[in-house]
């Protein structure tokens, strides 16, 4: 069962073409990745499923309702949450509250319900207060939730993320280059923190990664980009023997240059 | 002197700067005005304070980068910083003596002169006598800058209040001699112009001993106090919240007249900074224009209340609700267009719509309806079952009030889903949208809650007043409440009372100054700006922040020094 539906997606930047003619199904509670060298167009790929960015061409479906044309907020709403390349947590805000604005599109507080602190009002902080407690806990802050985001190590930063990321309830959650300036035995702690994010809430995983290596244990399904267009697409060893993404990523033989003229 | 030497010894280049500080300073006029008032009876008076405290300062700074090359130069800088401050300012006087600068700078008076050298009959004593000044200032900057910092903390804090004790002597002396007990305390402080000697020397003990035992002991209270049990702690907030009520209800009882009036001005800026404070304190939305909201405040109240006009004869309660409503309508309606703007461009935009609102209300087309350049008169006072609020006393119970409203209103929303939202939006605009927050509707929020406080303000200055006029509402006053707001703290509440109180409370005490009044403003901000950013009462969380990256930087500083004396 396909919980996402990319089809026959394009996206234009002036004559670049970033992403062209994109088909991907990403199935239900999978870990799928998306990889591809650098240019390939996974940023971008992102950008569209999060409605950062418009597509020109094609269409996203979450669930059968398609996503194209609405603003990023309304995504989140329908369930995609996600994390960015370069972190960008919310760095003047404590670890706590960053997690509760990643809340935000479930709580229904009102302005006069706050003005007046109506009893529906402060329950709802209680449990939003709590909930975010059990995440912080979840990504190993317990403990952390009163400093300041930007005064956290690296690897608690990428995890804070995540952590906001997940306080929205999504259904589906991409992860933009979660293990970038991670050492092996970091990205390797990442990677299966991230399989027991899956198991734990049930979750659909979209990764995108630039290292090879790092995804193969734990993706399903491997989607490889180049230049905006998908080449290659199967189970972890079958991309890995596919010679258009070896070609890809240890150098461009003639015969792509051939086809490109 | 080359170049060279100038960077490599902090004495005299810091020892330059200040005395062209100092040679300025008089100058202008400053010294000559302040001696006008003296701080302590016979010993010193307010230019000569002015004086002392920057040259000691200046020392005190030298003296800080003399010990960072090493710990014999500390009184070495210091001193010279003195003695160049000093140096500078003889040659000020001797230059005095021998031309006539008065075409140039006017307020060179060889009144000025006199007493820049102590008064001295003979011109080359009083020049000894200051350039040994300039030794001792150096030697108290080099001592300064050598005491641990508590006890460094203790000395200044008594020395500051003496000072402004003394400054501020028309203020306290009316109030203190008022009330029965503490007149005797009256006479025995202030006999004549300025503190008397005894009891400088005693207020500065007193304060001392206090500050003293509040920074030793301080830490082990606070902790007992964090020690108590939850309710305790309740009960303890309760008491403390209860006697600040107390003092503030009672206040304008124990201020008089003149007073009370400064503290209705001070009450409005509160809740006009309160106000502001939303928009760019919570959402981070540059708003130059908000004065706007202030004039439709108070034009909505004069047009439905003054019988001057003849459309409406409303009384002040019926008109407050709707002028509150019309200001909030303003807030939306300029946040509609300027959505998608941010940072400089926002802050022009708004600007505009600032300057737009007072050309409409100046103008001869709306003038049968707006009253243009003569304004509205005769706007009736509040009144609540018989009693009218028309003195200051009585008028600042009314901003009391919409201040405490105000402040309960922002204190909510901060700590809510929706004050999250717009630090949020402060922070990231991008991620905050992208975490399901509506930036159409929160920037909105925003607005229309910063305008509606703002359109409170502005009602309640209507009827203060008893009239509005179009040049009540120029661009000073919204860059007047944003000074609020950054030298209070941004985001924080206490901190706009304390910025206002600062800034808008003490000019309005020190009038007869006014000529350096903006002067002062500009380099109290500029000086803000470099020893303490957070402001003066910043957000509990802000201050940390600020704090630990100082502390990180020192941290990482000391890391690097081993390595690089390694290398």
């Given at each position: 069962?396909?919980?996402?539906?990319?089809?026959?997606?394009?996206?234009?930047?002036?004559?670049?073409?970033?992403?062209?003619?994109?088909?991907?199904?990403?199935?239900?509670?999978?870990?799928?990745?998306?990889?591809?060298?650098?240019?390939?167009?996974?940023?971008?790929?992102?950008?569209?499923?999060?409605?950062?960015?418009?597509?020109?061409?094609?269409?996203?479906?979450?669930?059968?309702?398609?996503?194209?044309?609405?603003?990023?907020?309304?995504?989140?709403?329908?369930?995609?949450?996600?994390?960015?390349?370069?972190?960008?947590?919310?760095?003047?805000?404590?670890?706590?509250?960053?997690?509760?604005?990643?809340?935000?599109?479930?709580?229904?507080?009102?302005?006069?319900?706050?003005?007046?602190?109506?009893?529906?009002?402060?329950?709802?902080?209680?449990?939003?207060?709590?909930?975010?407690?059990?995440?912080?806990?979840?990504?190993?802050?317990?403990?952390?939730?009163?400093?300041?985001?930007?005064?956290?190590?690296?690897?608690?930063?990428?995890?804070?993320?995540?952590?906001?990321?997940?306080?929205?309830?999504?259904?589906?959650?991409?992860?933009?280059?979660?293990?970038?300036?991670?050492?092996?035995?970091?990205?390797?702690?990442?990677?299966?923190f991230?399989?027991?994010?899956?198991?734990?809430?049930?979750?659909?995983?979209?990764?995108?990664?630039?290292?090879?290596?790092?995804?193969?244990?734990?993706?399903?399904?491997?989607?490889?980009l180049?230049y905006?267009?998908?080449?290659?697409?199967?189970?972890?060893?079958?991309?890995?023997?596919?010679?258009?993404?070896?070609?890809a990523y240890?150098?461009?033989?003639?015969?792509?240059?051939?086809?490109?003229? | 002197?080359?170049?060279?030497?100038?960077?490599?010894?902090?004495?005299?280049?810091?020892?330059?700067?200040?005395?062209?500080?100092?040679?300025?300073?008089?100058?202008?006029?400053?010294?000559?005005?302040?001696?006008?008032?003296e701080?302590?009876?016979?010993?010193?008076?307010?230019?000569?304070?002015?004086?002392?405290?920057?040259?000691?300062?200046?020392?005190?700074?030298?003296?800080?980068?003399?010990?960072?090359?090493?710990?014999?130069?500390?009184?070495?800088?210091?001193?010279?910083?003195?003695?160049?401050?000093?140096?500078?300012?003889?040659?000020?006087?001797?230059?005095?003596?021998g031309?006539?600068?008065?075409?140039?700078?006017?307020?060179?008076?060889?009144?000025?002169?006199?007493?820049?050298?102590?008064?001295?009959?003979?011109l080359?004593?009083?020049?000894?006598?200051?350039?040994?000044?300039?030794?001792?200032?150096?030697?108290?900057?080099?001592?300064?800058?050598?005491?641990?910092?508590?006890?460094?903390?203790?000395?200044?804090?008594?020395?500051?209040?003496?000072?402004?004790?003394?400054?501020?002597?028309?203020?306290?002396?009316?109030?203190?001699?008022?009330?029965?007990?503490?007149?005797?305390?009256?006479?025995?402080?202030?006999?004549g112009?300025?503190?008397?000697?005894?009891g400088?020397?005693?207020?500065?003990?007193?304060?001392?001993?206090?500050?003293?035992?509040?920074?030793?002991?301080?830490?082990?209270?606070?902790?007992?106090?964090?020690?108590?049990?939850?309710?305790s702690?309740?009960?303890?907030?309760l008491?403390?919240?209860l006697?600040?009520?107390?003092?503030?209800?009672?206040?304008?009882?124990?201020?008089?007249?003149?007073?009370?009036?400064?503290?209705?001005?001070?009450?409005?800026?509160?809740?006009?900074g309160?106000?502001?404070?939303?928009?760019?304190?919570?959402?981070?939305?540059?708003?130059?224009?908000?004065?706007?909201?202030?004039?439709?405040?108070?034009?909505?109240?004069?047009?439905?209340?003054?019988?001057?006009?003849?459309?409406?004869?409303?009384?002040?309660?019926?008109?407050?609700?709707?002028?509150?409503?019309?200001?909030?309508?303003?807030?939306?309606?300029?946040?509609?267009?300027?959505?998608?703007?941010?940072?400089?461009?926002?802050?022009?935009?708004?600007?505009g719509?600032?300057?737009?609102?007072?050309?409409?209300v100046?103008?001869?087309?709306?003038?049968?309806?707006?009253?243009?350049?003569?304004?509205?008169?005769?706007?009736?006072?509040?009144?609540?079952?018989?009693?009218?609020?028309?003195?200051?006393p009585?008028?600042?119970?009314?901003?009391?009030?919409?201040?405490?409203?105000?402040?309960?209103?922002?204190?909510?929303?901060?700590?809510?889903?929706?004050?999250?939202?717009?630090?949020?939006?402060?922070?990231?605009?991008?991620?905050?949208?992208?975490?399901?927050?509506?930036?159409?509707?929160?920037?909105?929020?925003?607005?229309?809650?910063?305008?509606?406080?703002?359109?409170?303000?502005?009602?309640?200055?209507?009827?203060?007043?008893?009239?509005?006029?179009?040049?009540?509402?120029?661009?000073?006053?919204?860059?007047?409440?944003?000074?609020?707001?950054?030298?209070?703290?941004?985001?924080?509440?206490?901190?706009?009372?304390?910025?206002?109180l600062?800034?808008?409370?003490?000019?309005?005490?020190?009038?007869?100054?006014?000529?350096?009044?903006?002067?002062?403003?500009?380099?109290?901000?500029?000086?803000?700006?470099?020893?303490?950013?957070?402001?003066?009462?910043?957000?509990?969380?802000?201050?940390?922040?600020?704090?630990?990256?100082?502390?990180?930087a020192?941290?990482?500083?000391?890391?690097?020094?081993p390595?690089?004396?390694?290398?």
């Open positions: 069962m396909a919980v996402i539906m990319i089809t026959n997606l394009t996206k234009q930047f002036g004559g670049l073409i970033a992403v062209e003619n994109l088909d991907i199904e990403v199935k239900e509670q999978s870990i799928h990745s998306i990889i591809g060298p650098n240019g390939a167009g996974k940023t971008t790929l992102f950008n569209c499923i999060t409605g950062f960015y418009r597509p020109e061409i094609g269409d996203i479906r979450l669930d059968d309702h398609s996503l194209v044309g609405l603003l990023p907020d309304q995504i989140v709403r329908h369930g995609i949450a996600r994390t960015y390349q370069n972190i960008r947590l919310f760095p003047d805000l404590t670890a706590m509250e960053n997690i509760l604005v990643g809340m935000h599109s479930h709580l229904r507080a009102g302005y006069f319900g706050i003005v007046l602190s109506l009893p529906a009002t402060r329950k709802e902080e209680k449990e939003a207060n709590e909930e975010a407690l059990r995440l912080l806990k979840f990504v190993n802050l317990a403990g952390k939730g009163d400093l300041l985001a930007k005064n956290l190590p690296y690897g608690d930063q990428r995890r804070l993320e995540i952590g906001r990321a997940l306080a929205s309830r999504p259904k589906v959650l991409c992860l933009d280059e979660p293990a970038a300036g991670m050492n092996p035995k970091e990205s390797q702690d990442l990677m299966d991230i399989r027991h994010l899956r198991d734990a809430l049930g979750i659909t995983i979209l990764l995108i990664e630039h290292q090879m290596r790092v995804v193969m244990g734990i993706s399903e399904k491997v989607t490889v180049d905006g267009k998908k080449i290659a697409e199967g189970t972890p060893a079958e991309v890995q023997a596919n010679p258009l993404v070896i070609e240890l150098g461009r033989g003639s015969a792509t240059k051939a086809s490109a003229a | 002197m080359n170049p060279v030497a100038i960077q490599r010894f902090p004495g005299i280049r810091l020892g330059l700067i200040g005395g062209a500080i100092l040679v300025l300073l008089s100058l202008i006029g400053m010294v000559e005005a302040f001696n006008q008032r701080i302590v009876s016979d010993v010193i008076s307010m230019g000569q304070t002015l004086l002392l405290f920057t040259a000691v300062f200046i020392a005190y700074l030298a003296a800080i980068r003399g010990r960072e090359r090493g710990q014999g130069q500390v009184f070495g800088a210091g001193i010279a910083a003195g003695l160049i401050m000093a140096g500078m300012l003889a040659l000020l006087v001797l230059l005095g003596h031309v006539n600068m008065r075409q140039v700078f006017i307020n060179a008076s060889p009144a000025l002169f006199q007493a820049l050298i102590f008064q001295q009959e003979e080359w004593a009083g020049i000894g006598l200051l350039l040994l000044a300039g030794t001792l200032t150096g030697l108290a900057g080099g001592l300064l800058c050598l005491l641990p910092d508590q006890l460094r903390h203790v000395l200044i804090g008594g020395l500051c209040s003496v000072a402004i004790v003394g400054l501020l002597q028309d203020m306290i002396a009316p109030v203190l001699s008022a009330w029965g007990p503490l007149a005797d305390l009256n006479d025995l402080l202030f006999p112009n300025g503190l008397s000697v005894s400088a020397i005693g207020l500065f003990i007193a304060v001392v001993v206090l500050t003293a035992f509040w920074s030793f002991k301080g830490q082990a209270v606070q902790t007992r106090i964090q020690a108590l049990p939850p309710k702690r309740r009960g303890l907030n008491a403390a919240v006697v600040g009520v107390c003092v503030l209800l009672v206040l304008p009882q124990i201020l008089g007249l003149f007073l009370s009036e400064v503290m209705t001005i001070v009450g409005l800026y509160v809740l006009l309160l106000g502001l404070n939303i928009v760019v304190g919570f959402a981070g939305l540059l708003d130059l224009g908000y004065v706007a909201f202030f004039a439709i405040g108070s034009y909505t109240m004069a047009i439905l209340t003054s019988p001057e006009l003849g459309f409406f004869d409303w009384n002040f309660w019926q008109a407050l609700p709707l002028a509150v409503f019309f200001g909030v309508l303003a807030g939306v309606f300029l946040g509609v267009p300027v959505l998608k703007m941010r940072g400089d461009y926002l802050a022009i935009a708004t600007l719509f600032g300057e737009i609102i007072r050309i409409l100046l103008s001869d087309f709306l003038r049968p309806w707006l009253g243009g350049a003569q304004g509205i008169g005769k706007i009736p006072k509040a009144q609540i079952a018989g009693f009218e609020f028309a003195t200051p009585q008028i600042y119970y009314l901003i009391l009030a919409g201040c405490v409203l105000v402040g309960f209103i922002s204190w909510r929303l901060r700590d809510s889903r929706l004050g999250r939202a717009w630090m949020a939006v402060r922070e990231d605009e991008d991620v905050a949208q992208a975490m399901g927050i509506n930036l159409v509707a929160t920037k909105l929020l925003a607005f229309a809650t910063g305008a509606g406080f703002s359109a409170l303000s502005g009602a309640i200055f209507a009827t203060k007043l008893g009239s509005v006029y179009p040049h009540s509402f120029n661009v000073m006053i919204s860059i007047n409440i944003l000074c609020v707001i950054i030298v209070g703290g941004m985001g924080s509440m206490p901190g706009v009372a304390v910025g206002a600062a800034l808008v409370g003490l000019p309005e005490l020190l009038r007869e100054f006014a000529d350096y009044r903006l002067l002062v403003y500009g380099a109290a901000l500029v000086a803000m700006m470099l020893l303490k950013p957070e402001g003066l009462w910043p957000e509990p969380t802000r201050q940390r922040e600020l704090h630990e990256t100082a502390n990180a020192e941290a990482s500083r000391k890391a690097e020094e390595a690089g004396s390694r290398s």
